[in-house]
């Protein structure tokens, strides 16, 4: 049984990215001493790191959490992280053909879906008010090259 | 004197209409988005960067400069009123602050935060006036090897004063340090660990990822968690601190801008550092017949640490202004603007440079100034901003996070590294890893390797070159020495304790 599972699972994340490192740095040029190559530096870094995670994790194992929790990871909140992330990447995927204006509608709706109390109204309310304040600071104040129609309406 | 007529063309810089006016931008923006509970400094400072592009480099830095202590000042403010710290270096500020506002006395810790922040910033700025110069001289002695050195005493330095585990931030140090060295590599042109994916041969953009790492993970961490806010509005009560506050106030402000002035200029120190350890220092000065206790609405644990925070916020600009190398992630974000700007950090500035140099310095004091002036009349205003819920306002940052993340490269490739991060984070939130030692190793991950390349070069692959020159060797020494002070069980326990209060 694992007595500290955050500590254990960072050990883990820690030795698995190291090790990860190290295997892909092997395509390039260790170099010599004087004259280090590409994969020196990297290959000694990911190194230590893998070590350390195999440390941490070992501790994780056999030792308990000393700050009074039960060191449990917890649950993830998978719809959080679904709407927030998802939103980012939509408005991302929506910005270049669609242009800012429809894409940060879109990206404030979903977003909201995130939130256990969202009101549709207020939604729009958003949108509108954040449309005004982005066009006002970043295209007319500041003038970014964003943009902001969509492309097959401004051709 | 020499000092004067450099303050005297740093007013003359920083005074000009222009200057004064993105000074006051900076830091009224820079208060209205740290008062918003969540969002911290570095988060700030990485969202409105793009705002900044279009100024001439003196005034772009110098309103980054406003937002960063605006952004420092309204998170104390939210600290006090909501009882959640607007970002790390106002955690111990909740501790009291928060029970003074129970106790209908919200206004007298919001007025001792204002009044030792300028304290504490007009005491920090002559400081880094008066010990730029010098150092400056100094890191003109550096060679690779030293400046190899001084980055290892700067992790260690980090290390140091993350709060939780050690062998974890030391981790997450390594981590930041091998992300950092993502994309072209500049001696043998290799595209590294890019995957054939031709964005990433630049490299990860330091926004992208400062920004994944606190701002989304934070809000995802929020929205999962549904807290409940208790805001004290009602009655804030008079904002200046009566003549009784004062006096047993002031011996707390002025250990507080000492001990936060000599934290600040430490490699991987700063506003962080300084609030915690004033914060302990003042409880065990006052020990057990502290009256209130701490904890229970001590005006004194409210003055200390928001003096120390402000006066570390402010000194740890000179590492980055005489070294170009950034003690912790805000100062990275500075250096990131400097460059944007075509300014090559480091030493050099301050002769090439010196109406930057002398008018940024300058203008500290200034936005100081303008902090005190500003907040309190307008503390009516950001108690109404605190009341604004909390699923209106999550929305409206991710959509100014993800204009800015696109607008520093117009590419919309950042957005979605800025989302990877952005899980990344709130699975470091999970497992209880700091992010601020992995945003350091981020940024200093390619000078290391940098200057470790160079100064094996010129010791002809000798690696005894950092232990014989005596520069490098003091500092590697001063490392040791911090790494031995925290790993002695009896100091890893205070330390336990030490920021166990501020959980």
């Not at chain 2, 700007?341 to 310095?361: E, R, Y």
Request: a neutral charge; hydrophobic letters at 55%; aromatic letters at 10%.
């Amino acid at each position: 049984m694992i007595k500290h599972q955050r500590d254990f699972w960072s050990g883990i994340m820690f030795a698995v990215v190291g090790l990860g490192f190290v295997v892909f740095a092997r395509e390039y040029d260790m170099g010599t001493a004087q004259r280090m190559g590409p994969a020196f530096f990297p290959t000694v870094l990911g190194g230590l790191l893998a070590l350390l995670g195999l440390v941490v994790a070992f501790k994780g194992w056999f030792k308990r959490a000393v700050d009074g929790t039960d060191g449990t990871v917890g649950s993830f909140d998978w719809r959080a992280v679904g709407f927030v992330l998802g939103a980012v990447i939509v408005y991302a995927l929506l910005l270049k053909p669609m242009g800012l204006v429809v894409a940060m509608v879109v990206l404030i709706a979903i977003a909201s879906l995130g939130s256990h109390e969202f009101r549709w109204i207020e939604i729009v309310a958003l949108s509108a008010v954040m449309g005004l304040i982005v066009w006002a600071v970043f295209i007319y104040g500041l003038k970014l090259t964003i943009p902001v129609w969509p492309a097959f309406l401004v051709n | 004197m020499e000092l004067l007529n450099n303050l005297a063309l740093g007013f003359a810089t920083a005074l000009s209409l222009q200057n004064l006016m993105y000074a006051f931008f900076g830091v009224l923006i820079g208060t209205l988005i740290g008062v918003l509970p969540g969002i911290g400094p570095v988060a700030t400072l990485a969202m409105l960067l793009p705002t900044t592009y279009a100024l001439e480099p003196t005034s772009a830095l110098i309103m980054l400069a406003g937002i960063y202590y605006g952004a420092q000042y309204g998170g104390s403010t939210t600290a006090i009123l909501v009882n959640l710290p607007g970002e790390s270096s106002s955690v111990v500020t909740c501790l009291d602050g928060y029970q003074m506002a129970r106790r209908g006395r919200a206004g007298a810790a919001l007025g001792l935060a204002a009044i030792g922040s300028f304290i504490a910033g007009s005491f920090a700025t002559v400081l880094v006036a008066a010990f730029a110069p010098p150092l400056t001289e100094l890191a003109f002695k550096f060679g690779p090897a030293e400046y190899f050195s001084l980055m290892v005493l700067g992790l260690i330095g980090a290390v140091v004063l993350a709060s939780g585990s050690l062998i974890k931030a030391i981790g997450m140090i390594l981590l930041g340090l091998l992300l950092g060295l993502v994309g072209t590599d500049v001696n043998s042109g290799v595209a590294r660990f890019s995957f054939d994916i031709p964005e990433l041969a630049d490299g990860l953009g330091f926004v992208a990822v400062a920004m994944g790492v606190f701002g989304f993970a934070e809000i995802i961490a929020n929205l999962a968690q549904r807290g409940h806010r208790e805001v004290f509005t009602s009655k804030v009560g008079p904002l200046l601190p009566t003549g009784k506050d004062m006096k047993q106030a002031a011996p707390a402000i002025a250990r507080g801008t000492l001990l936060g002035s000599i934290l600040g200029i430490l490699p991987g120190g700063g506003a962080l550092l300084a609030s915690f350890a004033s914060y302990t220092l003042e409880k065990k000065i006052a020990g057990a017949k502290a009256d209130p206790p701490f904890g229970q609405g001590n005006l004194r644990g409210v003055a200390g640490p928001e003096s120390a925070n402000n006066a570390g916020a402010q000194t740890s600009f000179i590492p980055m202004l005489t070294l170009g190398i950034p003690p912790n992630a805000v100062m990275a974000l500075m250096i990131g603007a400097m460059t944007i700007h075509n300014i090559q950090p480091g030493p050099q500035v301050m002769t090439s440079n010196p109406s930057l140099f002398w008018g940024l310095i300058a203008s500290m004091w200034i936005g100081n100034l303008m902090l005190v002036i500003l907040n309190l009349p307008l503390i009516g205003l950001w108690i109404q901003l605190l009341k604004v819920p909390y699923r209106w306002l999550y929305p409206a940052i991710l959509t100014f996070c993800c204009i800015g993340v696109y607008s520093i490269n117009n590419n919309v490739f950042d957005i979605y590294i800025t989302a990877g991060f952005g899980m990344l984070g709130y699975v470091f939130y999970k497992l209880k890893c700091e992010p601020a030692p992995l945003i350091l190793g981020f940024i200093l991950g390619p000078m290391m390797e940098e200057n470790l390349r160079r100064a094996m070069l010129l010791s002809r692959g000798d690696p005894t070159t950092f232990f014989t020159r005596p520069l490098s060797l003091t500092l590697l020494l001063i490392a040791a020495v911090l790494l031995l002070i925290v790993l002695a069980p009896s100091i890893q326990r205070k330390r336990g304790e030490a920021f166990q209060e501020a959980d």
